[in-house]
């Protein structure tokens, strides 16, 4: 099951305590004591695995390593060793601690997170002429500690939206070499799917129901991915039994939840035809051509309606293109 929403504690490694020490060589005096080491620091890297933050399911706590004390001799301690989390692109870290958010968005992208407590002076740094002999020392500052809300919203191309069992996984695989579990039965997709069609990222949203907006079917967490997608594809099945009110249904959906999603650019799809006969096929186009003139019928099983997506996917991926090369 695909965790996309989750609690965590991160802790950066305490600074080591500076060291009270003096010189053992024959014929030398004064303090020797070192620095301890920095604390090991936190950070966050993107990776394109929307499934990493299943590494929290269980473990709830990240900690870095503490520095170490520092030492006799002018040995400073060594530094504890920093640690990387890898997040999803499309992660939005919510600082529960101190009310910021930080969120990252691109594949490589790195993020300070928490940083490791300085380590404390030895008591070599204290000395002056007037004080040959200092026993002074600092203890290592603590590291930043956070409570995190881990909160992913997939960053998309295209969107695929509609009612449960309206064929979006199988468009999915047929366009991609996504694997996405298809079968005769709603809620077959229980969590985002992600495939790559070129350079265009597409992803099948679970299927809405009304009152998703308010958390029934597969509730309101799978709506939040459809925020980052650029366009939405939205397919109604040829064996629906009113065209128009499913339609309703989902757009009515998304307004409740973030009126913004209306403003997407939006590209309406008859599918699965390859389970009517051709006249009620034309029918049902009819009708959803009421609500969008430009709708048109699909099937995996129809080589030229995969031609007429494959057309719309390549406008799409020059526009994208055109505004990467501005």
Same mark, same amino acid.
């Given at each position: 099951?695909?965790?996309?929403?989750?609690?965590?504690?991160?802790?950066?490694?305490?600074?080591?305590?500076?060291?009270?020490?003096?010189?053992?060589?024959?014929?030398?005096?004064?303090?020797?004591?070192?620095?301890?080491?920095?604390?090991?620091?936190?950070?966050?890297?993107?990776?394109?695995?929307?499934?990493?933050?299943?590494?929290?399911?269980?473990?709830?706590?990240?900690?870095?390593?503490?520095?170490?004390?520092?030492?006799?001799?002018?040995?400073?301690?060594?530094?504890?060793?920093?640690?990387?989390?890898?997040?999803?692109?499309?992660?939005?870290?919510?600082?529960?601690? &101190?009310?910021?958010?930080?969120?990252?968005?691109?594949?490589?992208?790195?993020?300070?997170?928490?940083?490791?407590?300085?380590?404390?002076?030895?008591?070599?740094?204290?000395?002056?002429?007037?004080?040959?002999?200092?026993?002074?020392?600092?203890?290592?500052?603590?590291?930043?500690?956070?409570?995190?809300?881990?909160?992913?919203?997939?960053?998309?191309?295209?969107?695929?939206?509609?009612?449960?069992?309206?064929?979006?996984?199988?468009?999915?695989?047929?366009?991609?070499?996504?694997?996405?579990?298809?079968?005769?039965?709603?809620?077959?997709?229980?969590?985002?799917?992600?495939?790559?069609?070129?350079?265009?990222?597409?992803?099948?949203?679970?299927?809405?129901?009304?009152?998703?907006?308010?958390?029934?079917?597969?509730?309101?967490?799978?709506?939040?991915?459809?925020?980052?997608?650029?366009?939405?594809?939205?397919?109604?099945?040829?064996?629906?039994?009113?065209?128009?009110?499913?339609?309703?249904?989902?757009?009515?959906?998304?307004?409740?939840? &973030?009126?913004?999603?209306?403003?997407?650019?939006?590209?309406?799809?008859?599918?699965?035809?390859?389970?009517?006969?051709?006249?009620?096929?034309?029918?049902?186009?009819?009708?959803?051509?009421?609500?969008?003139?430009?709708?048109?019928?699909?099937?995996?099983?129809?080589?030229?309606?995969?031609?007429?997506?494959?057309?719309?996917?390549?406008?799409?991926?020059?526009?994208?293109?055109?505004?990467?090369?501005?």
């Amino acid at each position: 099951m695909l965790i996309d929403d989750v609690k965590i504690k991160i802790s950066a490694g305490h600074g080591g305590k500076g060291a009270v020490a003096f010189n053992t060589n024959m014929k030398s005096l004064g303090p020797t004591g070192a620095s301890g080491g920095k604390g090991g620091s936190i950070y966050v890297e993107g990776i394109s695995d929307i499934g990493a933050l299943n590494q929290f399911k269980f473990k709830k706590e990240a900690r870095a390593e503490n520095g170490k004390d520092g030492r006799s001799q002018f040995r400073d301690g060594q530094d504890g060793a920093d640690i990387t989390l890898k997040l999803p692109a499309g992660t939005v870290m919510h600082n529960l601690t &101190n009310g910021s958010d930080v969120e990252i968005t691109k594949i490589g992208e790195r993020i300070l997170l928490a940083r490791g407590g300085i380590g404390g002076k030895g008591n070599f740094h204290f000395r002056s002429s007037r004080n040959t002999s200092p026993k002074q020392f600092q203890e290592g500052m603590p590291g930043e500690e956070f409570e995190l809300r881990l909160e992913l919203k997939l960053i998309a191309d295209l969107g695929f939206i509609g009612l449960p069992n309206a064929g979006k996984s199988s468009m999915l695989n047929a366009l991609t070499n996504a694997k996405s579990k298809v079968a005769n039965y709603p809620f077959t997709t229980l969590e985002p799917n992600l495939g790559a069609y070129y350079e265009l990222i597409l992803a099948d949203i679970p299927g809405l129901i009304e009152g998703s907006s308010t958390g029934r079917g597969l509730g309101i967490k799978f709506l939040r991915h459809i925020e980052r997608t650029k366009i939405l594809f939205h397919f109604i099945s040829v064996e629906s039994q009113n065209i128009a009110a499913d339609y309703k249904i989902i757009r009515n959906e998304l307004g409740i939840h &973030n009126k913004e999603l209306f403003e997407k650019p939006e590209y309406l799809f008859l599918a699965k035809t390859d389970l009517v006969d051709k006249k009620s096929a034309a029918e049902k186009l009819a009708e959803l051509k009421k609500i969008n003139s430009s709708a048109i019928s699909i099937s995996i099983y129809d080589s030229e309606s995969l031609k007429k997506i494959e057309k719309i996917l390549n406008k799409v991926a020059a526009e994208k293109h055109e505004k990467d090369a501005i």
